[in-house]
């Protein structure tokens, strides 16, 4: 057998044109449109490179190694491959003739310094006070869902709310492709795994999902939610599985719940659709939104509580904690903007002190600005 070693060396000899911006750390993403066009993402903004493949061969040649080091196949009736690469970036190709023009690439890089909270409050992710909210809130076994566009952090971040689980909790973690670093003593970590290429030793989230409710877990935490499994985790959300964290594509809060609920659907359960919204809204206890702003930086624009479902409106209830209200553009080319609360106190204040835990003044003291401002009208 093949040293791993010599394995890596041997597969990153095949990628020596891209090899530069795996080792460079300011490099967070690297998309390969065919062998001759390669872009790199720093700091959230897109570069052409001078980087070439020498034919459209050659990156083939790159790509089946890449398949062969994760144990998978690629040719043209398999024409997708989702991985991982000796230093854990995430690869994703689709070959021809699913991508007519040729290989289509895309390698997600992650840092290796993790971002705690700390540095995500000097970045302007967040500021002080909704740290200590999201404090407060995961360490009150609220469920809470990081939603966001592609890019935008939602990894990062939820690795980041991990570090406010009380130490000595038990933590199972699910994923498609190990990405999660989650900043606690006790994780269990279980990883998918598709079928082999007879169609053997298939390894679903769902299945996942059915052994982890045997495996004593205090939180679950799915790194993202895409398919029927939503509802699997909604109804662990309902049943006493308290503090469950995960993650999912949407734009904006409400989006989020429609999503979920679009992919609770998916799930071969057949449930009315009346009482599966009333579970999804009985479940999720927060939304934690994120964006990739036009300046390229990772901002939280929303901390919202979800209430409940309406059954005469039809229509999911929720109230924003915290709301990033932006200011213009700056004399870099920078957004301009603030994450402040709304002077709004949450419903699930009373679950945060029977857990010993509160809000932060700041929020305290917007309540009353917001309060006295309404009186004044």
């Given at each position: 057998?093949?040293?791993?070693?010599?394995?890596e060396?041997?597969?990153?000899?095949?990628?020596?044109?891209i090899?530069?911006?795996?080792?460079?750390?300011s490099?967070?993403?690297?998309?390969?449109?065919?062998?001759?066009?390669?872009?790199?993402?720093?700091?959230?903004?897109?570069?052409?490179?001078?980087?070439?493949?020498?034919?459209?061969?050659?990156?083939?040649?790159?790509?089946?190694?890449?398949?062969?080091?994760?144990?998978?196949?690629?040719?043209?009736?398999?024409?997708?491959?989702?991985?991982?690469?000796?230093?854990?970036?995430?690869?994703?190709?689709?070959?021809p003739?699913?991508?007519?023009?040729?290989?289509s690439v895309?390698?997600?890089?992650?840092?290796?310094?993790?971002?705690?909270?700390e540095?995500?409050?000097?970045?302007?992710?967040?500021t002080?006070?909704?740290?200590?909210?999201?404090?407060?809130?995961?360490?009150?076994?609220?469920?809470?869902?990081?939603?966001?566009?592609?890019?935008?952090?939602?990894?990062?971040?939820?690795?980041a709310?991990?570090?406010?689980?009380?130490e000595?909790?038990?933590?199972?973690?699910?994923?498609?492709?190990?990405?999660?670093?989650?900043?606690?003593?006790?994780?269990?970590?279980?990883?998918?795994?598709?079928?082999?290429?007879?169609?053997?030793?298939?390894?679903?989230?769902r299945?996942?999902f059915?052994?982890?409710?045997?495996?004593?877990?205090?939180?679950?935490v799915?790194?993202?939610?895409?398919?029927?499994?939503?509802?699997?985790?909604?109804?662990?959300?309902?049943?006493?599985?308290?503090?469950?964290?995960?993650?999912?594509?949407?734009?904006?809060?409400?989006?989020?719940?429609?999503?979920?609920?679009?992919?609770?659907?998916?799930?071969?359960?057949?449930?009315?659709?009346?009482?599966?919204?009333?579970?999804?809204?009985?479940?999720?206890?927060?939304?934690?939104?994120?964006?990739?702003?036009?300046?390229?930086?990772?901002?939280?624009?929303?901390?919202?509580?979800?209430l409940?479902?309406?059954?005469?409106?039809?229509?999911?209830?929720?109230?924003?904690?915290?709301?990033?209200t932006?200011?213009?553009?700056?004399?870099?080319?920078?957004?301009?903007?603030?994450?402040?609360?709304?002077?709004?106190?949450?419903?699930?204040l009373?679950?945060?002190?029977?857990?010993?835990?509160?809000?932060?003044?700041?929020?305290?003291?917007?309540?009353?600005?917001?309060?006295?401002?309404?009186?004044?009208?």
């Amino acid at each position: 057998m093949i040293p791993r070693e010599v394995f890596e060396e041997t597969l990153l000899h095949f990628f020596a044109p891209i090899r530069p911006f795996l080792e460079d750390p300011s490099v967070s993403d690297i998309m390969i449109n065919g062998p001759g066009q390669i872009y790199v993402e720093r700091r959230g903004l897109l570069f052409l490179t001078e980087a070439r493949f020498e034919s459209q061969e050659a990156l083939m040649a790159a790509l089946r190694n890449a398949a062969q080091f994760v144990g998978k196949h690629i040719d043209e009736f398999h024409p997708i491959l989702e991985g991982r690469l000796p230093d854990g970036s995430r690869i994703e190709a689709v070959l021809p003739p699913a991508a007519p023009d040729g290989p289509s690439v895309s390698i997600r890089r992650f840092s290796k310094e993790k971002l705690t909270v700390e540095r995500l409050v000097q970045f302007d992710a967040m500021t002080p006070e909704a740290a200590l909210t999201l404090r407060a809130l995961v360490a009150s076994k609220l469920n809470i869902v990081v939603a966001g566009g592609t890019g935008s952090g939602k990894t990062s971040m939820l690795n980041a709310l991990s570090s406010f689980v009380p130490e000595g909790e038990r933590v199972v973690v699910i994923e498609d492709s190990r990405e999660l670093s989650l900043q606690r003593e006790h994780v269990v970590q279980l990883e998918a795994r598709p079928p082999d290429p007879r169609g053997r030793g298939a390894v679903s989230i769902r299945d996942l999902f059915k052994a982890t409710l045997r495996l004593r877990p205090d939180r679950i935490v799915v790194g993202e939610i895409r398919s029927g499994e939503a509802l699997d985790l909604i109804q662990a959300m309902t049943s006493g599985h308290g503090g469950c964290l995960t993650t999912v594509h949407a734009t904006y809060p409400r989006d989020t719940l429609t999503r979920l609920e679009t992919m609770a659907m998916m799930s071969d359960v057949d449930m009315p659709l009346v009482a599966l919204r009333l579970q999804l809204a009985s479940g999720v206890n927060i939304l934690t939104q994120i964006s990739r702003l036009q300046d390229g930086t990772r901002k939280i624009t929303h901390i919202t509580e979800v209430l409940g479902f309406d059954l005469d409106s039809s229509s999911y209830v929720t109230q924003d904690l915290f709301v990033r209200t932006y200011q213009g553009i700056g004399p870099r080319g920078e957004v301009l903007s603030q994450l402040v609360p709304t002077g709004t106190l949450p419903r699930c204040l009373p679950q945060l002190q029977a857990h010993g835990t509160d809000l932060p003044p700041g929020v305290y003291k917007a309540a009353e600005q917001h309060g006295s401002s309404q009186g004044a009208g």
